[in-house]
């Protein structure tokens, strides 16, 4: 049995009276990769936010390697084991390419010159190395994103939340982060991939959850939910 | 640049302020120098603060103020020598700038602008209406840090102080707070989503920033002699934004530029009489927010950028 690393259970969110994740239950063992997939609003990235602790559950509880994080500030000590990236790239505009990836070692007490070494090693592994000393906001929305992921590198976290890692990315990247993610995950980080790209994503996660209108519509393996109806229903709704 | 050369450049203005002084100076050029590390220390440590931590409090010529005004206080009431007033301080206006801070945290938007413009504001009435103390108007007293009209003295600590500020801001920018504070300047939400203390990088942005205003006001104090609530007019806190904007606001040398031009002008055009000096200021700084968007070390490098491709993509055809 796989230590368990990440457990929410009866989580709930609600904006107004809008509830864009409504009781939901998650479990992630170490080394397992779960795609998160479902249509555009089904509450996807809300429910990374909860996880993160971006967002404060109105009820439920979240467990993060074997401590309660429930209603914890993202910057507490209890979510250092956490890495999650951004749909949109998380870049911070005036900081370059190296600095931004730096930030994540630097919320692990990391200082300041180890950090930026290592970020200048993870941005090399992801291609961006000619770019390095570029300011993000003069970067494409693609090697933003791939900036983001690269801070995948400097956290070597417990569990990690990526969100959409691959949109806007050309083949040629998609191919380096696959590998880097399956090579996390097969030395024992605990992955939820969102993606709309379902060969790739597929192609690496053991089970599949899906999302729609903020609920657990079904879960499975990729064969049986390429099969599965009622998830085309629900991207079509 | 080189983290040395930044740091060489500290050591240049130290250097200078020496040399000046001791092959001596017009009086009235010593004066424009000596005014010019004070508005150094003001837009350089507000453009830390505005520029590099996203934080644009109008409290900044205030907290000067509170230096100043707090330097005489405890030179006079206390006897304390004005030496131990850049002790001293700048500790009291770091106090003041982390409580500055607190409220920075609980406010959005344009409300930050707002009531730290009502805080300096308030102080100013309070410093007019305690006039029994402050002198109000009439403006309020204290003795010379070095007795006679001699200003080498000033002129050397003039370059010392400019060099601490640059020592200083090198240590914060090149630290891990000064990435953590750009962060929070360019996507808070992000920032305290990957796990940053928005709470303490805040209030350190402020304590730090407003220690420096504080030592600018503490040699204010113990330059001029006499104090008087205008030192934190509207217009006193317009020229030192003007400053940082037109050097270019977020660079490390922004606010050097922007004093360098901003004095140099005031310098030439003082004989139009002082209202006609804001106007041609407000004037230019308006051409360059216009022209140069970001400030004019900006505009320079790109300048500088452009001429470099051109004699690449010169190069590249050639061969
Ligand atoms: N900060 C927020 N405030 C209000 N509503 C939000 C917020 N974040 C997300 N929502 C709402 O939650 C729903 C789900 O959004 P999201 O989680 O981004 O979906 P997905 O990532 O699956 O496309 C949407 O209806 C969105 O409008
Ligand atoms: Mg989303």
Not at chain 1, 154 to 166: F, G, I, K, Q, W
Request: aromatic content about 8%; hydrophobic content about 55%.
């Amino acid at each position: 049995m796989k230590a368990i690393v990440l457990e929410a259970a009866g989580l709930q969110k609600a904006f107004g009276g809008n509830r864009v994740i409504d009781g939901v239950d998650f479990r992630l063992t170490a080394g397992e990769l779960v795609a998160l997939v479902g249509p555009n609003g089904a509450g996807k990235t809300s429910f990374l936010n909860l996880i993160s602790g971006q967002f404060r559950p109105n009820a439920g509880t979240i467990v993060l390697d074997g401590h309660d994080v429930t209603g914890l500030e993202p910057k507490a000590a209890k979510r250092r084991p956490l890495f999650r990236s951004y749909q949109n790239g998380g870049t911070f505009g005036k900081l370059t390419a190296v600095e931004n990836i730096a930030m994540t070692g630097l919320v692990r007490d990391m200082d300041r010159k180890t950090a930026e070494t290592r970020a200048a090693e993870a941005l090399r592994r992801v291609g961006l190395g000619p770019v390095a000393d570029w300011p993000a906001e003069r970067l494409s929305g693609g090697q933003r994103k791939l900036i983001d992921f690269a801070r995948l590198l400097l956290a070597r976290p417990a569990v990690a939340l990526l969100d959409e890692p691959t949109a806007g990315v050309n083949p040629v990247i998609m191919e380096v982060m696959r590998s880097i993610i399956a090579e996390m995950r097969d030395a024992g980080t605990g992955f939820i991939v969102i993606s709309h790209d379902l060969p790739w994503v597929f192609g690496l996660c053991q089970r599949v959850v899906v999302l729609a209108a903020g609920k657990v519509l079904t879960m499975g393996t990729p064969d049986e939910i390429s099969a599965d109806s009622r998830v085309r229903e629900a991207y079509l709704a | 640049m080189t983290k040395s050369m930044h740091y060489a450049i500290a050591a240049i203005f130290a250097v200078s302020g020496v040399a000046i002084a001791s092959i001596g100076v017009k009086p009235i050029f010593a004066d424009l120098l000596i005014l010019s590390a004070y508005y150094l220390l003001l837009a350089g440590s507000w453009n830390l603060l505005a520029g590099f931590a996203g934080q644009y409090s109008f409290a900044h010529v205030g907290l000067a103020a509170a230096g100043a005004y707090g330097t005489a206080a405890i030179v006079n009431a206390f006897g304390v020598s004005g030496w131990l007033a850049f002790l001293i301080i700048p500790v009291f206006t770091a106090a003041i700038g982390g409580l500055l801070g607190l409220v920075a945290l609980r406010v959005r938007g344009v409300q930050l602008p707002l009531i730290t413009f009502a805080f300096a504001g308030a102080f100013a009435v309070f410093l007019a209406a305690a006039s029994d103390i402050t002198g109000g108007s009439m403006g309020m007293q204290l003795p010379k840090l070095v007795a006679g009209f001699d200003r080498s003295p000033y002129l050397i600590l003039s370059g010392l102080l400019v060099a601490a500020f640059f020592v200083i801001q090198n240590l914060v920018l090149d630290g891990r707070i000064g990435l953590l504070m750009q962060s929070v300047r360019d996507e808070e939400e992000v920032a305290r989503g990957i796990g940053v203390d928005i709470f303490r990088i805040k209030v350190y942005a402020f304590m730090i920033t407003a220690g420096l205003a504080g030592l600018a006001g503490a040699f204010y104090a113990n330059y001029v002699g006499v104090l008087a609530p205008s030192m934190l007019s509207m217009s006193e806190m317009g020229m030192v934004v003007a400053m940082a904007v037109i050097g270019g606001l977020g660079h490390r040398y922004g606010a050097l530029v922007g004093v360098i031009v901003i004095r140099s002008l005031e310098h030439f055009v003082r004989g139009f009489g002082a209202e006609y000096t804001l106007v041609i200021i407000t004037a230019v700084a308006l051409l360059v927010v216009l022209f140069f968007r970001e400030g004019i070390i900006a505009a320079v490098g790109k300048r500088l950028d452009r001429s470099v491709q051109q004699r690449r993509w010169a190069s590249a055809k050639a061969s």
